[in-house]
């Protein structure tokens, strides 16, 4: 499970968001955080994809944007509170 945090979300959308990560590994799911503008989750389907991304796309910039990627707290993305993809 991976977090970014920096995205503009006027310029980057879900699909975008999963079209990066996707790159890295298999995407389970994606959520933009209503509870911190800016952040994304993004729930890979194993541990190797989420360190891939973090290698990849950590300190790099999308649509001018610095962004954060890092392993969450969160274990997984609760079902009803996703975007599923």
Known sequence: LGSSVGLDQAKVSLDRVFNVFCLYGNVE?????????????????????????????????MFGQKLNVCVSKQRAIMPGQSYGV
């Open 29 to 61: 799911k994606v959520k933009f955080m209503k509870s911190k503008p800016g952040a994304a989750m993004v729930e890979m389907a194993d541990g190797y994809a989420v360190d891939r991304a973090i290698t990849h796309l950590n300190n790099n910039f």
